[in-house]
């Protein structure tokens, strides 16, 4: 900005304005009386240029926002993705932070869990944490399993099949690589009809397995409400694709349940629908080269010329298991364990005992199976308190063999140490007997 003496006003010629400058639409000119200087403000022709443009972007979205507000839904219409469940917490202490499933010592309950992360956990270890983002009240189903109450209730009642008694199912060590599927089932163990509208997964890796009688979009909203008598119970297949897992190693996917069931909390304050109930998978995904447990056919079809190690005892989903739960055992005499080997090739399978293998002893009958034959391993545990875990016991048996698909097996031989019985107290007036 400058100051300038004003000149002599000339005549107007074609071309200019009313006060002799140049008509330029980009210029404001501000003139004031004779014999005074003028402040002239000179503003660039690209600035101009921007004005036009935001003019006609203000123009273009004010009809694009209005267009949008005459055309959206009412409130009430929109679709609204369901929460997810908090991240799993463990608690190792007798309190758990709701009143469900009651107070219980999680220490003396399953086996102590590993240090480090849980992803490294083995699975059923994971597994037998109870999560209280499925058992907490007003998010737990009933279980189809359990015994029916003894008074029925009026009212619909979302029950579960396939889960154990935390609601959890543990579907075991799968290849990252390969998808596979799980039959879980749904039923109704109320006294009316069960409305199940929405089923959201939260994971991409989880969904209904195709041709199933569900199907459901991105915000688990149902093609078509499942509905479900008194008493009635339906089969789900479920796809789990590893591959598109966000996780790897020991983890929990969740299954969101919205239905009609009136024990349940609401999804949304006050709403009779959209009641959410909620149960929980538990899954290791390994490498295909660091599975260590048997292949199954349904996993990779039998190959011509090749031998095929299977454990006939161990099958989850038809896949080949890494794990053999025996219960309580008595601690006072070793335990003896046999296990099955097969072999479905159509080659001899030679097996032998890792020597890495440690707590127990072990022995094959036949170290060369025939094709289509099965062998034996014979297992002896004792209690040994620098392998146990208080009461708990966990042991591996290795085995070396020349399937291609699983040249080495970990199979893991749960269990639980029975409590020796307590001694007789001695009868009332007679002494105690004496240490020796």
């Known amino acids: 900005m400058k100051l300038r003496k004003p000149e002599p006003e000339p005549e107007p010629e074609a071309g200019l304005g009313p006060k002799g400058e140049q008509e330029r639409p980009w210029e404001l000119v501000r003139q004031r009386r004779p014999n005074r200087p003028v402040v002239t403000i000179v503003v660039p022709d690209w600035a101009g240029a921007l004005v036009v443009l935001a003019a006609a972007f203000g123009v273009v979205a004010g009809g694009g926002l209005g267009y949008a507000l005459a055309r959206a839904p009412e409130a009430g219409?929109?679709?609204?993705?369901?929460?997810?469940?908090p991240s799993p917490r463990f608690w190792r202490s007798p309190r758990l932070p709701t009143a469900e499933p009651g107070p219980i010592a999680l220490d003396q309950a399953a086996p102590g869990r590993p240090a480090g992360s849980a992803e490294d956990w083995p699975h059923d270890v994971f597994a037998s944490v109870r999560d209280p983002n499925v058992l907490q009240a007003g998010f737990a189903p009933a279980r189809i399993e359990d015994a029916p109450p003894d008074a029925p209730i009026a009212a619909p009642r979302l029950a579960v099949g396939g889960f154990d008694a935390a609601l959890t199912r543990d579907l075991g060590t799968l290849a990252a690589g390969r998808p596979t599927t799980t039959t879980i089932a749904?039923?109704?163990?109320?006294?009316?009809?069960?409305?199940?509208?929405?089923?959201?997964?939260?994971?991409?890796?989880?969904?209904?397995?195709?041709?199933?009688?569900?199907?459901a979009d991105a915000t688990g909203s149902l093609r078509a409400p499942l509905v479900l008598a008194p008493g009635e119970t339906v089969p789900i297949t479920l796809a789990v694709d590893p591959r598109r897992l966000t996780a790897r190693?020991?983890?929990?996917?969740?299954?969101?349940?919205?239905?009609?069931?009136?024990?349940?909390?609401?999804?949304?304050?006050?709403?009779?629908?959209?009641?959410?109930?909620?149960?929980?998978?538990?899954?290791?995904?390994?490498?295909?080269?660091d599975l260590e447990r048997p292949i199954g056919p349904a996993e990779v079809p039998l190959a011509a010329g090749s031998p095929r190690a299977w454990l006939p005892d161990l099958v989850r989903d038809g896949r080949?298991?890494?794990?053999?739960?025996?219960?309580?055992?008595?601690?006072?005499?070793?335990?003896?364990?046999?296990?099955?080997?097969?072999?479905?090739?159509?080659?001899?399978?030679?097996?032998?005992?890792?020597?890495?293998?440690?707590?127990?002893?072990?022995?094959?009958?036949?170290?060369?199976?025939?094709?289509?034959?099965?062998?034996?391993?014979?297992?002896?545990?004792?209690?040994?308190?620098?392998?146990?875990?208080?009461?708990?016991?966990?042991r591996t048996l290795r085995l070396r063999t020349d399937d291609p698909l699983a040249p080495g097996l970990a199979i893991d031989i749960v269990g639980r140490w029975a409590a020796p019985a307590p001694a007789d107290p001695p009868s009332p007036g007679q002494p105690a007997p004496l240490d020796s």
């Open 186 to 215: 749904f039923g109704n163990v109320g006294g009316a009809d069960l409305v199940i509208e929405r089923v959201y997964f939260g994971t991409s890796g989880l969904g209904f397995a195709p041709g199933g009688p569900l199907a």
């Open 249 to 289: 190693g020991t983890q929990a996917l969740y299954l969101q349940l919205f239905t009609n069931d009136p024990q349940l909390e609401p999804f949304e304050p006050g709403a009779s629908a959209g009641r959410e109930g909620r149960v929980r998978l538990v899954l290791t995904a390994r490498p295909a080269e």
């Open 77 to 85: 219409a929109l679709v609204q993705a369901p929460r997810t469940v």
């Open 320 to 394: 080949g298991d890494d794990l053999v739960v025996v219960g309580e055992v008595p601690a006072t005499e070793p335990f003896a364990l046999d296990l099955a080997v097969a072999n479905l090739g159509d080659a001899p399978l030679t097996l032998s005992v890792d020597p890495a293998t440690l707590g127990l002893e072990a022995e094959i009958d036949d170290r060369v199976v025939a094709p289509f034959e099965t062998t034996a391993v014979h297992m002896l545990i004792e209690l040994s308190p620098g392998l146990d875990d208080g009461q708990h016991f966990r």
